[in-house]
């Protein structure tokens, strides 16, 4: 695992598309349990290093009802984004996570640690690479029916300030979908 981390950490395989570079994000450990597939790291994330160091991460955690103890340890929780580097600034938020980076690391890592009870597909990227064909039409479809996916995958939406409407819009999710969350990572911690 020391070494894999280590040149994901390195690589540079889409750094021509890049704007600040690469900067691989990414926390892993054969021990872990849970394992949380976001998107790419944001600009914030990319400046410290620190997987989910934003409000994203903020409202997640508490999505999850953990400490922050809890989640930087990477033998209890594993932090694996789609993109591993910050993919830059587009119209509406940032640009998608660079397509290379799942194909490329994902296997290998996910491999190494044979105690995982859970994956968390975080938004519609997680949700399309992993779920493939049972994904809904939307990402509110597919969180509506989160148990279809159980015992191996729960997906959520982005946790980013950003969606404040789509939570207000579906009070179902933090009323039904977060308590179950919450619940099974009580379990699986």
């Known amino acids: 695992m020391k070494t894999l981390l280590k040149n994901i950490r390195a690589c540079e395989i889409c750094k021509a598309y ?4 690469p900067r691989p994000i990414v926390a892993a450990h054969p021990e872990a ?7 790419a790291p944001g600009i914030k994330v990319h400046k ?11 409202q997640l955690r508490k999505w999850l009802g953990v400490s922050n103890d809890d989640f930087y340890n990477p033998a209890k929780i594993a932090l694996v ?7 830059g600034k587009g ?6 996570p660079r ?12 491999s190494k640690m044979p105690n995982l009870q859970l994956t968390l597909l975080i938004g519609m990227y997680a949700q399309q690479y992993y779920l493939k064909q049972h994904a ?10 989160y148990k279809d996916y159980l015992p191996d995958y729960l997906p959520l939406p ?5 969606n404040r409407f789509w939570l207000s819009k579906n009070p179902w999710f933090e009323e039904e979908v977060v308590s179950a969350l919450q619940k099974r990572i009580q379990f699986i911690l």
């Open 18 to 21: 890049l704007p600040l570079g």
């Open 33 to 39: 349990k849970l394992v949380i597939i976001g998107q």
């Open 48 to 58: 410290t290093g620190i997987p989910w160091d934003d409000p994203s991460g903020n």
């Open 81 to 87: 984004p789609m993109g591993f580097c910050y993919p």
């Open 91 to 96: 119209k509406s938020g940032d640009l998608p």
């Open 99 to 110: 397509p290379e980076c799942a194909p490329q690391w994902h296997h290998a890592l996910l």
């Open 136 to 145: 809904k039409n939307t990402l509110t479809e597919t969180v509506k029916h």
């Open 158 to 162: 982005h946790p980013s300030p950003r």
